[in-house]
């Protein structure tokens, strides 16, 4: 990848979006699908300050850039929590579909999009208002999302279809769609590169796709049963959770390569990049742990123990401005 052009389009990016972003103490929310709650850590002290219970088989989640709002999926119930992320309190209960699961809110924070994965649409509610706005088609069982910043896109990933489609947010319908590799799953974006990271959960790998050609471009290799993805150190870095390895592979983005493969806990899941780039957590859904690695050093930083069963399917931390590569 060009550093320059990447490292110009952060700075871009970061005077647009300017809403007020977490400084300090951000917290990471861990979905313990066991037990129906969600863990709070404080990622400084790097321990568990809080569980708060949810619905019923918590899964996806989804936080907004400024730590304000967290937003969990319950398929087990059939509806989404809404929490206040300040307060470390769940304030409302909504209904949502016949199972909701992948989650991701819109830069601003004010609209989450919720895959509902029997009835293969994707709804839309107001965090405002608290309502479910209404509903996309799209192919069969969704499940991962990701909300361009712009708000000119929404990506989904139809595991059966193994295809991912591009979603039109204002006009709420699919613009296009493409095949990808065996059953994707977990997606993740880097607008300011114009790609999109998608783990192949059955042919063991992930498609890296140009979101302005919106084609596949190159196909990596990972570990067995790849689950999600997630973007750290400001785009030089994929970090892919693998389940049957109880590992993650990191791919370097200059060259779209494989550099490291590196133990974690048992049947890691949920994956997520601390708003500093640097720290990768990795929810373990068999240990009820959260890895935390350390991605300069390609290294484990700390293990975590939180509740039973964590999955954590989503961006369970806060998001910083995008920044120039040193």
Known sequence: MKSVHRGAGRVILSLVFASPLVTAAPKAWITNQKDNTVSVIDTDRASVIATLPVGDKPAGVAVSRDGARVVVSNPGSRDITLIDG??????????????????????????????????????????????????????????????????????????????????????RTVQQTITVGRHPFGLTLDACANRLYVANVESNDVSIIDTRAFRVIKTVSVGDRPYATAVARQ???????????????????????????????????????????????????????????DAENLRTEATLPTGNGSRAFGVFLPGVPDQTPP
């Open 235 to 293: 785009g030089r870095q994929v970090w892919v959770t693998n389940q049957y390895d109880n590992t993650v592979s990191v791919i370097d983005t200059t060259h779209d390569t494989v550099v490291a493969t590196l133990p974690v806990g048992e049947y890691p899941e949920g994956i997520a990049v601390h708003p500093d780039g640097r720290r990768v957590y990795v929810a373990n859904w068999f240990s009820n742990t959260v890895s935390v690695m």
């Open 86 to 171: 300040h307060n470390d309190r769940v304030v409302a209960t909504l209904p949502t579909g016949e199972s909701p699961l992948g989650i991701a809110l819109d830069a601003d924070g004010h609209t989450a999009y919720v895959a509902d994965w029997y009835d293969q649409r994707v709804g839309v509610v107001d965090l405002d208002r608290r309502t479910l706005d209404g509903w996309i088609a799209v192919g069969r069982s969704p499940a991962g999302l990701a909300v361009d910043p712009a708000g000119t896109a929404v990506y989904v990933a139809n595991r059966d279809d193994d295809t991912v489609s591009r979603i039109d947010p204002v006009s």
